[in-house]
Structure formats: C-alpha cells, structure tokens
C-alpha cells in the first residue's frame, strides 16, 4: 500500500506538470520527506498531511482517503475534524451551520438514511460547549452509517463547505497561497455576522463600514 500510494502521488504530480519543490510547498511539507513518500520510503501520511496534499495536487481529500486504504474509523475523525472547524466560532457562523447541516440532510435523503438520531436543525447562538455537544453528537450518527461511500460523500460535502468559506486552507496550510484576500465590505453586508457571539445590527455594520472608508480613505 504504501509503495502504491507514492506511485499514485508522483503520477498525479507529473501529470499535473508540477516539480516536487512546488508540491511540497503547496503541501506545506518538505522535500525530501515528499521524495521519501514517493519512494514508499514513508508509512502512509497522517490525515493532517492528506490534506495538504490534497490542496496541492488540487484533488479532493476524498480521493486521496480512498487512495491511502482508510476505514470507517479514519473517516470518521476526518469527519469530525471539518464539523469541529465548521461549527466553531466565525463572523458568519449562523450561514456556515446551516450550509452544513444542509449538505448532511441531503446526502442523507438522497440515500435513504433515516435521519432521526440525527440533530439536523441550526441553533444560532450556541457556542462552546453546547456546540461541542452537537459536534459530538453529529458526529456520532454518522459513524453508525454502515455505506461508507455514504459517509465518503458527506466527507467531500463538508470539505466544499470549509472551502467555500475559506475555513479549510486557513486551518490546515501555512503556505503564501493561504493568505486570501477577503473584502470585508462584503462580509458586513451578509445577514448572519457577529463579533464574540454578539450579532451585529445593521446600525452596527454602517458604523464600521465608515471607519473602514476613513482608514483607508475612501
């Protein structure tokens, strides 16, 4: 497997028409250790460098989960690691769960899994340890989905999700190409943004859309 999974890595690198200098970087791992990867030099990576790998090649992490031979288990934790970055705190929390929650419903239906042991409903406001709970408990439902495939596609659901809103590279990729630029006249103008768990008010956002226009002179 591991012989295997370096072949498959280098294939995809050259076919791409990448050098190993760049994927490393892209990957946010070095050189060498990818050259020894290749090489079925290494074990097969930790999730965390799946995933940068999956960034760099610009393929999903679902293939590369499938590629590495990993099980239910596995899945699982990967799982819970993008609900754990999803349902965290952020300016746009409220949209971010609900988008998640919908991708979960969705595959559910789309293949008859019944739903019910499943929390499914948004509650905006809860933070902390009330949301760890949801963390927990969501993630403990899909674990008892016995289709991995299933569970493959709620996997990639949630990945678009991260990326979408930019929460994917930011937590897992320290490279330059992480450092994206986000326009905050934008972000004031969606319904759902807060500032340490308090909503802000449309009065709120007008006010600091002012000051930005005075700090950058606008």
């Known amino acids: 497997m591991t012989i295997e999974f370096g072949k498959y890595i280098r294939k995809v690198r050259k076919k791409k028409g990448m050098t190993s200098v760049e994927l490393a970087v892209k990957s946010g791992i070095s050189q060498s250790y990818l050259s020894q990867m290749e090489n079925g030099k ?3 990576p930790a999730d965390q460098v799946l995933l940068g790998l999956s960034k760099g090649l610009g393929i999903s992490y679902l293939a590369l989960l499938q590629k590495a031979g990993r099980n239910h288990d596995t899945i699982d934790i990967a799982i819970k690691k993008f609900l ?18 919908e991708v979960i419903s969705r595959v559910c239906s789309e293949n008859g899994v019944n ?52 929460l994917w ?10 450092n994206i630029s986000i326009d905050l006249s934008k972000l004031l103008t969606n319904s ?3 500032y340490k768990n308090q909503p802000l008010t449309d009065k709120d956002k007008q006010l600091l859309l002012s000051y930005l226009d005075a700090l950058t002179n606008n």
């Open 84 to 101: 754990s970055i999803l349902l965290s705190d952020h300016p746009l929390s409220g949209k971010i769960e609900e988008d998640t929650f």
């Open 42 to 44: 290494r074990g097969i």
């Open 192 to 194: 759902n943004v807060a």
């Open 169 to 178: 590279f930011s937590e897992f990729d320290t490279s330059a190409e992480a």
């Open 115 to 166: 739903l019910d042991n499943i929390d499914v409903t948004p509650i905006n406001g809860e933070h902390g340890s009330i949301n760890e709970k949801k963390i927990n408990n969501t993630t403990k439902a899909i674990s008892n989905i016995n289709n991995v495939e299933i569970k493959h596609e709620i996997l990639e659901g949630l990945q678009n999700v991260a990326k979408r809103y930019y």
